[in-house]
Each structure stands twice: as structure tokens, then as C-alpha cells.
């Protein structure tokens, strides 16, 4: 059973568009949903985190939303950069502060 | 000092070996982490202690064996593993270990390979 799942799998697009990242996820029961960025073969850098009670957040050119009812989180990036290319993973935060991963979303800007 | 600090960064044992893997971090942080990534997957999580005592053990081998000697370093023992067991290694702290707004920091991983 996929508990969170992310569409999609693989982006590429031209430097300067601005992109959707799509995450849903199983069980509403959730405490906390939060965005990484990991970059090939290195650990993952915690980029946005959107409490249960709230329906967004945003850093610089990141903003994240939250549908708690629809199970469904997206992660907007504005004016995108070759310094983006990265992968995305979401995660559900259950109990416990328990991470639950989706299996992310490969971004590359081209130049 | 925010960041989470992981040594060895690279680590190649055979299966009778037997190692470590360190993690630490001087946040103030009272919940740290281990998860497993295998390439191209997603992290999934080991261990979890709060307040330097294990409160989440996802079902993990005992060839794997934690341990949290203080609130600021967090230990991963290795004994007798396969080849399977190659993956990178994530340490993770965060302020609290239960429900709440807190945001995990991740080290920069070990790496790990079983021959």
C-alpha cells in the first residue's frame, strides 16, 4: 500500500517556468506535512513545513499548500532555476513524529 | 552550530565485520533518527529516541543496534550484515520526538557498502 504518492515521477523544464509538484497521501490522521529537497548521493534539506491546522506556507520562491480533507499537498516553484534540479520528496508526519516518504519527484531546469 | 554531523561519510565492511555509525548534533535537540535509503527509494525510518530513550523500532534486524549514549550523540552498531543492507545512512534530530511543528534536520549521510 503507497501511502503518499507523488506525480509526477520526472519534470523537466526550461529555466524561468513556474512548476507543480503534486503529493497525496492515504489517512488524514496527519500531524504535519513537509517538503525536502536531496540532491544526488547527499542528504535531504527540509525546505517547507505545513502544520495540520494550517493550509499553506511559503519561503522565497516556494510555497506549499495543504488539503487535509482531499489528502493532497502541492509545492509550487516560481521562476524556476538550474539550481532546483533536484528531487523533491514529501512526507506525512504521523505520531511520533514518524517520517513517511513519498518516492519523490526528479526536477531538472535546463539553462 | 544547525547542522547534523555524520561520520564516517563513506564506509565499506565485509559481513563479519563489525562497525559504527556516529551522529551528532549540538541543536539542543532532544529526538534523533535513523533511516535507510536505497538507491533511487525513498528514506525509510529505523529508529526513533526522544529524550535519549528508543521509542520507535520499525521492525529492524538486530544485526542493527542503536544507541543514544547522550542527548547529543546518536549511534548506529553494525554486526554480521548482507550486502543488502548497502544504502545510505540518514541521521536525523528534531526539537521534540512526538506530534508537533517540528522540522526534521537531516545529516549529509553515510554511505554504506557490504561486501
Known amino acids: 500500500k503507497q501511502e503518499v504518492t507523488q506525480i509526477p515521477a520526472a519534470l523537466s523544464v526550461p529555466e524561468g517556468e513556474n512548476l507543480v509538484l503534486n503529493c497525496s497521501f492515504t489517512d488524514s490522521a496527519i500531524y504535519n506535512l513537509q517538503w525536502f529537497r536531496q540532491d544526488p548521493g547527499k542528504g535531504l534539506t527540509s525546505l517547507l513545513l505545513?502544520?495540520?491546522?494550517?493550509r499553506e506556507q511559503t519561503s522565497g520562491r516556494l510555497n506549499a499548500s495543504l488539503d487535509k480533507s482531499s489528502g493532497r499537498s502541492t509545492l509550487y516553484i516560481a521562476a524556476s532555476q538550474p539550481g532546483d534540479s533536484a528531487t523533491y520528496l514529501c512526507?506525512?508526519?504521523?505520531?511520533?513524529?514518524?517520517?513517511?516518504f513519498g518516492a519523490g519527484t526528479i526536477l531538472r531546469v535546463k539553462s | 552550530d544547525t547542522e547534523v554531523t555524520q561520520t564516517p561519510k563513506h564506509l565499506v565492511m565485509g559481513m563479519t565485520n563489525k562497525k559504527s555509525l556516529k551522529c551528532e548534533q549540538h541543536m539542543g535537540h532532544r529526538a534523533m533518527y535513523w533511516y535507510k535509503q536505497k538507491a533511487k527509494k525513498p528514506p525509510e525510518l529505523m529508529f526513533v529516541?526522544?529524550?535519549?530513550?528508543?521509542?520507535i523500532n520499525e521492525s529492524v534486524p538486530s544485526r542493527f543496534s542503536p544507541e543514544c549514549p547522550n542527548s547529543s550523540l546518536l549511534n548506529l552498531h553494525l554486526h554480521a550484515l548482507q550486502p543488502e543492507d548497502s544504502a545510505l545512512y540518514l541521521c536525523?534530530?528534531?526539537?521534540?520526538?512526538?506530534?508537533?511543528?517540528?522540522?526534521?534536520?537531516f545529516g549529509a549521510g553515510s554511505r554504506l557498502t557490504v561486501l
Open positions: 512526507a506525512k508526519v504521523e505520531y511520533g513524529n514518524k517520517l513517511v
Open positions: 505545513i502544520q495540520s491546522s494550517q
Open positions: 529516541y526522544s529524550y535519549e530513550k528508543l521509542s
Open positions: 536525523a534530530s528534531s526539537r521534540q520526538g512526538f506530534a508537533g511543528a517540528n522540522v526534521l534536520t
